[in-house]
């Protein structure tokens, strides 16, 4: 199994966003020390807590600062740029990552940042499925494209004004042929959007902040869009987001990971859930669809939620989670605020040189 990380970190109002921003940035270089598989960085618009308006910007300041590590879209919120735009950036990041590069992808789920671009009332599932469209038909096709999909308000054509002699009207495609691995983060559970996952061959990331009873519900829909195809799903392909915190003792991954006022997972959590219930998307933080809102507190998210504990407990933790839910082929590490960088740094460090060696060699052995 893969180790990755997911990082969305909700940062206390308080904090000076360059500060954050620098120790976002480092946390993707130390996963890349420490030999993480892929880093995905989010975006919003709006949010003074997440305070990464575009995540190719962000990546692009590390691709000469990591050797290894594959640096994605945690998501590229489609509803939010003409797909010509997100196109044309994506290809050139591959070139300039040089392949190391996922393009992570979703409609974008924040309403106040659908409010700012005026498409509040628009259905941004809708204009994500359209734009993903022209996207792969830019990168497929030639000039001058000629795009004009069946119900697509996209219309994508260089043809008045292209000079194929010096290049004019020419768009670039991507590093990677014939294209980079596409990864759709899920959040609700039974999605219907994993089933077309499967059939187009992108890859499922489930969130870290689904109760794991909902997450083989995205596995039987992924594996259904597969059938659709003609071809068998592989656990390989999926990932799955947990919110982990590692320590090398039991009281401190109990208060910074869970008890203390100032930890970073309650604030995180704290946040996510006033986020999630103002959308009505709190569903995801139910044991049942009928579960009432007032039995959904923060305590109970996060005794269900975080993974904390010593390395033997976050070894056991994550082997209970497989057995669960099934195999997967990447455990995401979901990143935080640095409230005690140590700590912080600590986590990460235990969870690639301990955790994950003890955990694969438990799987292999069975």
Do not use: C
């Not at 994993?194 to 596995?219: E, K, T, Y």
């Not at 859930?273 to 109970?300: C, G, I, M, S, W």
């Amino acid at each position: 199994m893969k180790l990755g990380m997911f990082m969305m970190p909700l940062h206390p109002l308080h904090r000076n966003p360059t500060r954050t921003l620098q120790e976002d940035r480092q946390a993707v270089i130390l996963a890349d020390q420490l030999g993480f598989h892929d880093a995905f960085v989010g975006e919003h618009l709006t949010d003074q807590a997440e305070n990464v308006t575009n995540s190719l910007i962000f990546l692009a300041t590390l691709i000469a600062e990591t050797r290894s590590i594959k640096l994605a879209t945690g998501t590229s919120n489609l509803s939010h740029m003409h797909p010509v735009l997100v196109a044309a950036h994506a290809a050139m990041f591959d070139h300039l990552a040089q392949g190391r590069f996922i393009f992570g992808i979703s409609p974008g789920a924040l309403v106040s940042d659908a409010e700012a671009l005026g498409i509040l009332e628009q259905d941004r599932n809708q204009l994500f499925a359209e734009a993903i469209d022209v996207i792969l038909a830019i990168w497929a096709g030639e000039p001058p494209y000629d795009i004009e999909l069946p119900g697509n308000r996209f219309k994508v054509t260089t043809r008045t004004t292209q000079v194929p002699a010096i290049g004019m009207g020419v768009m670039s495609k991507p590093f990677q042929q014939p294209r980079p691995e596409i990864v759709g983060t899920v959040v609700a559970p039974f999605s219907k959007g994993v089933i077309a996952m499967g059939q187009r061959d992108f890859h499922p990331l489930s969130a870290n902040f689904l109760l794991p009873q909902w997450l083989p519900s995205h596995w039987a829909n992924y594996a259904q869009g597969k059938a659709n195809a003609g071809l068998a799903a592989d656990p390989a392909d999926w990932r799955v987001a947990r919110t982990i915190f590692v320590a090398d003792d039991a009281a401190t991954a109990r208060a910074y990971g869970r008890d203390d006022a100032n930890s970073p997972y309650r604030f995180y959590y704290s946040q996510l859930y006033t986020k999630l219930k103002k959308a009505n998307r709190h569903e995801v933080f139910k044991e049942r669809r009928d579960q009432p809102d007032d039995e959904v507190t923060l305590d109970r998210i996060l005794d269900r939620l975080v993974i904390a504990g010593t390395v033997p407990e976050v070894v056991d933790q994550i082997l209970t989670l497989r057995d669960q839910v099934g195999d997967f082929g990447e455990l995401v590490y979901a990143g935080m605020d640095w409230v005690d960088e140590a700590l912080g740094r600590r986590s990460m460090q235990l969870m690639a040189e301990e955790v994950m060696p003890r955990v694969n060699a438990a799987i292999a052995g069975r």
